[in-house]
């Protein structure tokens, strides 16, 4: 799992390039054989020409030409004319081909690794910023477009030239084969120097990259705070000094990259003008003819070109394993909670919970959030869950739902442990609206029927009717139809937790989680709200968390946490009269009320 830190923290990477990250690549490439083997075909038969090419050229100078034979001049001409045409129709096909096959590798490596993250437990997305987990997805498998367009089969096209080439040399004149390759070594040392610089250098920019997206993520969902406190120049000086790292970084890839090609291109001219001084001094004893030594710079071209574009192909290779580590890193992240693999679904329930002596913490070896927490409600029953802040009380639905795993003891609905049902069935009965509310953009009646999409629009509006939001509702714009903006921001906080309510109360789940519900609710609007929501709530297992103690007073039995324990549970009437601790709570509520009014 990736190391959890803010934008201002790098993270780590390997020290060396990952070939088992690349070899996994290949997986993707599987699905498209059949058009893959069509592309191969059409780059052997272009090699199979570039080869042909040096050697009829060879013929016209030591053959046509000599003799003047116009006849076989013009046949060759003629040849050599249409295999350049072949030649240009086969890099057509093979450039729009590959393309194609890319652009579909790089849909299914997206598709995969989104749908994985849609699958990761809330403390993936609580640890690292949002902006670090989006460019995984977007940025950085953009940055493989061209190597997965074009270099992995490029690749195979450059290896078999290369080695037709060097075949085709030998068979000529060996002699000067083997002093063609006399600089070869030179090469090898030059790209796996330049290797290990450029590999830190992506890896830093990578980091920097990460880093500036984590940051300008924040900046934008935190907006309204900054200008709030008039906080805009130390955000842009802030932005300004991430955006710096980033170029500075790229400038230092950039420059260690393009070191790549000057060093293979000096070496291939190097080698041109030796072959040249070889065949014309006849130096180590070899004796070739013009139309021999024009032909081995033309095969010296075919030779180094492949040379050159696997150089280049491995380049992007040293930079693209930066981001294949960081996709194949989120990738391999295994989901916290899952399905077992015995695992059964949930039969229709009626919404009996056990808590039985759960003990839940975050981390192995932490503290415990949760310490011996029993409790058994039977259905139909409306339970409430108050107590001070970070005592445990939305960890107590979180494992209800299943967001979490406990750490020991078991949580049962209908004797059914949640760790023995799919997640599937057990979330599709139970309705759950946190204290942070999140609205899709779209229109309102998408938002509401997000929580049964065959959902007519009788019963969306049905259910905004129960919960008051169709007042509202239908003083918008457009009514039903009308679009809010990402997360809502063109609604009031309490209009969007009405919207959120009706989309759960919409699925009408058997088990109905309210964490919060009405905290952002005026009092009128909350007088009608409950008044709705009194027969949604008959029959139904309720769990209600609420600082607001009057919306909780109805409740069948009240649950009091503190320190991860139940403190002190009953009815409103009989805890008050204990004079506990929620006795103590509900009258400093009630006191500061009573002054706010008095004021």
Known sequence: MAQRNTYREDEELEESINFHDILRVGNYLKPYLGQVARILIVVVSMSCI?????????????????HKDLGQLGTLAGLLACLIVVYELCLRYRTVSITRVGQLMLKDMRRDI?????????????????????????????????TLSSGLINVISDVFTFIITLVVMFVID???????????????????????????????????????????????????????????????ETFQQQQGE????????????????????????????????????????????????????????NFWNPVINIGNFYNQLITCSAYLERIFETLDVV?????????????????????????????????????????????????????????????????????YDVSEGSVTIDGYDVRDVTLESLRKQMGVMLQDTFIFSGNVRENIRYGKLDATDEEIEAAAKAVHAHEFIMELPDGYDTVVEERGSTLSAGQRQLIAFARVLLADPRILILDEATSNIDTRTEEALQAGLAHLLKGRTSFIIAHRLSTIENADEIFYIDHGQIVEHGSHKELLKDKGAYYRLYESQYAMIRVAQGQ
Do not use: C
């Not at 993936?124 to 493989?144: A, C, E, M, Q």
């Open 50 to 66: 570039a080869v042909s090419v040096p050697y009829l050229t060879k013929i016209m100078i030591d053959e046509a030409i000599p």
């Open 114 to 146: 989104f749908t994985h993250i849609q699958t990761l437990p809330f403390s993936y997305f609580d640890s690292r910023p949002h902006g670090k987990i989006l460019i995984r997805v977007v940025n950085y498998v953009n940055t493989l477009s061209d």
């Open 174 to 236: 060996w002699k000067l084969a083997l002093w063609s390759l006399v600089l070869f070594p030179a090469l090898i040392i030059w790209v796996y120097v330049l290797k290990i610089f450029q590999r830190r250098a992506f890896q830093k920019l990578s980091n920097k990259q990460s880093n500036l997206n984590a940051y300008i993520h924040e900046s934008i969902a935190g907006v309204k705070t900054t200008q709030t406190f008039a906080q805009e120049k130390s955000q842009f």
């Open 246 to 301: 980033v170029r500075s970084a790229w400038m230092k890839a950039v420059h260690i990259q393009f070191l790549m090609w000057p060093g293979v291109q000096t070496i291939s001219v190097m080698t041109i003008a030796f072959i040249y001084f070889v065949g014309v001094t006849g130096f180590g004893g070899v004796n070739v003819t013009t139309g021999v030594l024009i032909a081995f710079v033309g095969y010296a071209n």
């Open 335 to 403: 989901p916290e909670i899952e399905n077992k693999p015995n695992a059964v679904d949930l039969p229709q329930i009626r919404g009996k919970v056990d808590f039985n002596d759960v003990v839940f913490r975050y981390e192995e070896g932490g503290r415990n959030i949760l310490n011996l927490v029993d409790f058994h409600v039977e259905p139909g029953k409306t339970i409430a869950l108050v107590g001070p802040t970070g005592a445990g009380k939305t960890t107590i639905i979180s494992l209800l739902s299943r967001f």
